[in-house]
């Protein structure tokens, strides 16, 4: 097994606050705007980046929302392993709302299909929006792209890539990984 490291954690901030730019650039103070990250990975970027948000650009009144997507994706009774659901933490109504969905790595977008499902249970936003740190850009089963990407990633399919958080492993960085 192989590793290399596509980020650093030198990185990984530089694209964090870049994306917090952009969404800034589009979604000025988010007075329309929610946050909602994908559990169980997307919600350390989707917190890491209302904290970049709140106390770096001084967004006041950031709305951020976790959602569990584990019983809407279409793969959920194709495992012998008993699954695991997340907390879904939506304490906003998403009615006439800009969402900006939030996860780690876009890899076939069945995740993004079943989050498209499960928000409708909050209302009907306006417009929904897919932000991510890695795109795997050759790897799509589904026709879904971002709107926001922190890095373009091409891996074949038996390479991983590996998002690694502070909060769970004491360093930001990104791997791919061959097995």
């Known amino acids: ?14 694209i964090l606050h870049r994306l917090a730019c952009q969404l800034i650039e589009k979604h000025n103070d988010f ?24 106390e770096e650009y001084k967004i006041k009144d950031l709305k951020l929302g976790l959602l569990d997507i584990t019983f809407y994706r279409d793969d959920f009774r194709r495992s012998d392993k008993p699954l695991e659901a997340n907390t879904t933490d939506i304490s906003f109504v998403v009615e ?21 499902t499960a928000i409708q249970s909050f209302g009907r936003p306006e417009e929904i929006e897919l932000l991510t740190l890695i795109d795997r850009r050759f790897s799509r089963h589904l026709p879904i792209q971002p709107n926001y990407r ?23 960085a990104v791997y791919l990984i061959n097995n």
């Open 150 to 172: 922190g890095r373009q990633v091409d891996a074949i399919n038996k390479e991983k890539v590996i998002v690694q958080w502070q909060e769970q492993s004491e360093e930001d």
């Open 31 to 54: 007075s329309n705007t929610v946050l909602v990250g994908l559990q169980p990975r997307g919600t350390f970027l989707a917190k890491r980046l209302a904290k970049i948000l709140k």
């Open 1 to 14: 097994m192989s590793q290399k490291v596509l980020l650093n954690a030198t990185e990984v901030n530089i």
């Open 96 to 116: 006439n709302k800009n969402v900006v969905f939030i996860d780690d790595v876009l890899y076939t977008g069945r995740s993004i299909r079943a989050a498209l």
